[in-house]
């Protein structure tokens, strides 16, 4: 199984300082898909998405409300190619109801201990539309 982790690309202010250090939430989420999946990141504000790139499963980790429009152009365009998206993040806690109409499964709150039972759904064919 091949998961592309995708951190989506936000517009930066005049003058904001730029940090290019990996973003916490999708470390955290790495350390918690399991050692057999193949897991692919992509840092959108550093790296280009390559769509033609097989994936069985695409999980938006989004931290802020700004980046949501990238990440549902991006999730919009796997969905047309038949990935199914999964989102989490605390934009998505904040924005749920409007994520999930770009989502196939929506993960709200922490990952730790809990993505393991993601993993199962998917493998089963039965991936839930929220995970709470």
Partial sequence: MKIK??????????HQTEF??????????????P??????FV???LQKIDYDDHVDLVAMSVLL?????HAFEIADRYRKLNVPVIFGGI??????????????????GEV???FEA?????????????YN
């Fill in 118 to 130: 993601v993993i199962q759904d998917f493998k089963a064919g039965r991936l839930k539309k929220v």
């Fill in 91 to 108: 934009a998505v806690m904040l924005h749920a109801g409007e994520v999930s109409r770009h989502a196939d499964a929506v993960f709200l």
């Fill in 35 to 40: 050692e057999e999946v193949d897991l692919q």
């Fill in 65 to 69: 409300t700004c980046q949501l429009p």
């Fill in 20 to 33: 290019h250090l990996p973003p916490h939430g999708p470390v955290v989420f790495a350390a918690e898909v």
């Fill in 5 to 14: 982790l995708v951190f989506p690309f936000w517009s930066k202010l005049e």
């Fill in 43 to 45: 840092d959108a504000n």
């Fill in 112 to 114: 730790e201990g809990r």
